[in-house]
Nanobody, 121 residues
């Protein structure tokens, strides 16, 4: 299973970015998906998750109200608005072991390579 994250970059505070994660349809269409982020020296942090149908979505407190996760047959998206410098991190998409949502790193089996998001003040 390959997950390919893209869409990261450098943006000013208050700006927006849309991350995309390309998935293998046969292997990911029945799985929950998630976005996590990580900064140097820190644990990987949950950002958002979506179930296999796109019916249930769950966000971290820091993402709630600013970020939106969505999916179609082959991609998962993370729309990030009102970005803050503390959102700076490498963002990873991941495929869950089950069809449901999860905020736990251990519940994800496959991970993309990460895309860097840098928010300047």
């Amino acid at each position: 299973v390959q997950l390919q994250a893209s869409g990261g970059g450098l943006v000013q505070a208050g700006g927006s970015l849309r991350l995309s994660c390309a998935t293998s349809r046969r292997t990911s269409s029945n799985n929950g998906m998630g976005w996590f982020r990580q900064t140097p020296g820190m644990e990987r942090e949950f950002v958002a998750t979506i179930d296999w149908k796109g019916a249930y979505k769950y966000y971290s407190d820091s993402a709630k109200g600013r970020f939106t996760i969505s999916r179609d047959n082959t991609k998962v998206y993370l729309q990030m608005n009102s970005l803050k410098p503390e959102d700076t991190a490498v963002y990873y998409c991941a495929q869950a072991r089950s069809s449901s949502t999860s905020a736990e790193v251990a519940d994800y089996r496959y991970w993309g390579q990460g895309t860097q998001v840098t928010v300047s003040s």
